[in-house]
């Protein structure tokens, strides 16, 4: 019997997992609230059996990038006396190998998180010249608002102009309808993966890491496609600009990659920390007071010019609270959360300061993080440095979801060197790749083993797979 080529076969079995999962969401994704036809009501009634589907269809995701990426390293190992592929094949490969990924994930319900709604609800309060940052979504009212839960209705939008004034253009274009707005985040999406497909592996390359390795970690990983198309996150803009900016600082063109990581900084707070990767690369040829002077000249600047365009107004500065919310999710409001409960037991009422002093600790263990990082810039490598800065905020700062681990990851996939860092990214990539449902809601019991079971299934089906297809030669991903 004539097997499939291993590429083919690995793109072919990701391609399955996220038409199930596809499928999956139009029963117990993030679905819409308000008013929807008689049929999608029915489909709700098949929401567990959905998500038994839905979760081994993940499974087969995740097993297929696990499989993609013992092939690379066999391949690598088999082919160390030959010459490396060419740059061009191997952009060409990754893409093929996500678009085989994410394609049925991009005509899907959103999945994971109901944040599209809300990015369209802002959108649509900008066009109205409703002040984002002192005013919930509520104050918008209407279907969009509707949309958005609802212990996030009074909540100030947390972010940057850049990705207000896009999420604006969007929700005007489409005239406010919830399906057109959803494919419209998602093609916006796609525009920062794009840009992630084509300088994550020159930013590897700089950093002395193999640029398939770079794009297998960095951008085929299941965060990818789960959260940023699936869930139309911004962090792909984030993150593709960030990479963009911080490839060109290794390039010596300084200016621009001040620019493009000025703009990544004004769509999520974050990518500011790329600042100093620019100053720490610059100051090589300029000195550090000149390249200070002149990154801090050209950040300012181009914020000024931004905020001015987009007639959206410099509350983003003050907004930059909104995650210390306290619905919100992460290690130091989880410690806050069980302070609070110990105080009550020996009855002591303190409000919310136990909370208070955890997040501001979390917030403190960040900071040190990046001092740690900046101090050991020259033996980790700037960019790898960053990567760790960014993971620790994900995991530390004031709200933690399983797509902020991206903001890190990337650049841990570019400029990490092997070693028990690359290994640990990639298992944490597989376990944030399950813990949240398709709803975007926390699990009960029930929904728990409904989870459980469909990874069971997903595993059987995996190991049957295996069982079935003969051995075939190890390939280079065409």
């Known amino acids: 019997m004539r097997t499939l080529p291993t590429v083919v076969a690995y793109r072919l079995l990701g391609g399955v997992g996220a038409a199930l999962l596809a499928c999956a969401g139009l029963a117990a994704g993030a679905l819409p609230v308000g008013g929807h036809a008689p049929w999608w009501s029915a489909l709700r009634q098949l929401a567990g059996p959905a ?147 084509a300088y994550l592996p020159r930013l590897a390359r700089h950093c002395g890491v193999d640029p398939a390795a770079a794009l297998w970690l960095g951008v085929l ?8 198309v699936a869930g139309a996150h911004n962090e792909a803009v984030m993150v593709g600009l960030l990479v963009a900016g911080l490839s060109l600082a290794f390039e010596h063109r300084y200016g621009t990659a001040t620019v493009l990581v000025t703009l990544a900084a004004l769509v999520k707070v974050p990518a500011a920390v790329g600042l100093l990767v620019v100053v720490s690369l610059a100051a090589r040829h300029r000195g550090m007071p000149a390249s200070v002077a002149r990154t801090a000249g050209v950040a300012v600047g181009t914020a000024a010019v931004v905020t001015w365009a987009t007639g959206i107004g410099y509350g983003w500065v003050g907004a930059l609270g909104t995650p210390m919310y306290r619905h919100s999710w992460s290690i130091s409001s989880a410690l806050g959360r069980v302070a609070l409960r110990a105080a009550g037991r020996f009855g002591l009422h303190l409000g919310d300061a136990p909370m208070r002093l955890c997040l501001g600790l979390g917030v403190a ?51 990490a060197p092997h070693g028990r860092a690359r290994p640990a990214a990639a298992l944490g990539a597989v376990v944030l790749a399950f813990v949240a449902l398709p709803s975007g809601f926390g699990p009960d019991a029930a929904q728990a083993v409904l989870a459980a079971a469909g990874v069971l299934v997903g595993l059987l089906a995996v190991g049957s797979l295996r069982l079935l297809m003969p051995p075939a030669p190890v390939e280079v991903a065409r």
């Open 221 to 228: 990983n299941p965060l990818v496609p789960l959260h940023l």
């Open 51 to 197: 998500l038994l589907g839905g979760y081994a269809g993940l499974t087969l995701l995740v097993a297929a990038w696990w499989w993609a990426g013992r092939n690379l390293r066999a391949a690598r190992t088999a082919g160390r006396a030959t010459s490396a592929p060419r740059p061009e094949a191997v952009r060409r490969s990754a893409a093929l190998t996500l678009a085989c990924w994410a394609g049925p994930l991009l005509v899907a319900p959103p999945l994971f998180s109901r944040d599209a709604y809300s990015y369209l609800a802002q959108g649509a309060m900008v066009l109205a010249d409703i002040d984002v940052y002192r005013h919930g979504v509520a104050q918008l009212g209407g279907a969009l608002a509707e949309e958005v839960p609802q212990m996030w209705q009074q909540t100030p939008a947390p972010y940057g102009p850049v990705f207000l004034a896009v999420a604006a253009v969007v929700s005007g274009v489409t005239g406010g309808k919830l399906v057109l707005g959803v494919l419209g985040l998602r093609l916006v999406a796609l525009a920062g993966v794009a840009l992630l497909v």
């Open 365 to 415: 263990a960040a900071l040190a993080v990046t001092i740690a990082a900046w101090w050991h810039r020259r033996r980790l490598g700037p960019a790898y440095a960053m990567g760790l800065v960014l993971v620790a905020a994900a995991l530390l700062g004031p709200a933690t979801r399983p797509w902020y681990a991206l903001w890190g990851l990337v650049l841990i996939a570019a400029a």
